[in-house]
């Protein structure tokens, strides 16, 4: 025997188990109804989903969509985003807020994210407008909201639409309000995933603006606004009626689930203060963040994510590499250097296991592991 620990069950990245558990009984008779009725396409489901979430955040309409993906192109589309228009998207995020961007012939300008939290840098915005530049997307990146105020006061200046990438943050806040709610056209995915999640893929646009949540309905139904009469060319991009059924019952434990990731969140943070060689997340002020991830620092992260992994520790890495440095974005010619906050990130950040029903057995596993991966990372560097 080397090493003496006791067995111990893999710490999973990601668990949903619990969350199906809980919402089994509500769902299965309505699916049941639905397969029996054949009602799959908008209905009752959809109709109270759309209504309870646009209650939930504090907008006035929410329109549900097939993905996140489609739920950004829709968005940009609906705002009037074109061929040859410059959208600035920050340079770490996942790969659909730029891809979105691109789908409809506009230019995805990239631009860095602050040090401290990952998030759309306000000063990096600025220095990127271009007479052609006609949108900025934040994104609130790992579940706490982007600077919201400080750029909207530069796409005022600029008379630029600002539309929120808010994939990661359902439920998150700021003292303006719910993530989604925070622009004049917001885009989320419900990726099972995501702190909001489907039994597939589903996602929304949100907007109090009743003119262009018709353009985003329109467009998202071959733009047909009524049945066979074809107003513009649109994409298939409806939210499926068995989704709806999910999502309203994760919907109405959403807040409770998101309060456990608080909690497990506040848990990492007293097991890991004081163990060196970790760089914890930082909340910005005022913010109100659902953890979707639980995002730290460490030098050598391939070793000690290969490590933990070795342990049964599951890690995930958001992202490995910043999207103008991906093969699909070679042809824009970004340069190394151009983006030193995401270029330096991307090789050290290490997303710990996090989920709603984590609990204080499994992280004090993921610690210990930690511990000892950080401690041969420091002896090798000292011999
Ligand atoms: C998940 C995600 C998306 C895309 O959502 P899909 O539903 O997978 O298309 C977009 N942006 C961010 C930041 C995401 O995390």
Sequence with gaps: MTGGLPFLDAVPFVDLGAQQAEIVDEVLPVWRAQLES?????????????????????????IGVSNGTDALELAYRAVGIGTGDEVIVPANTFIATAEAVSRIGAVPVFVDVDDDHLLLDPDAVAAAITPRTRAIVPVHLFGQTAPMEQIASIARAHDLVVIEDAAQAQGAASAAGRAGALSRVAATSFYPGKNLGAAGDAGAVMTDDAALAARVRTLGAHGSAVKYVHDVVGVNARLDAVQAVVLRAKLRRLDGWNAMRRAAAARYAAMLTGLDGVRLPAVRPGNDDVWHLFVVRVDDRDRVAAVLAAAGVGTGIHYPTPVPFTAAYASLGYR?????????AAGRILSLPMFPHLSEAQQEQVVGALAGALRRTTERIAS
């Design 336 to 344: 190394r250097g151009q983006f030193p906050v995401a270029e330096a």
């Design 38 to 62: 054949a009602a799959f396409m908008g209905g009752p489901e959809v109709d109270a989903f759309e209504r309870e979430f646009a209650d939930y955040l504090g907008v006035r309409h929410v």
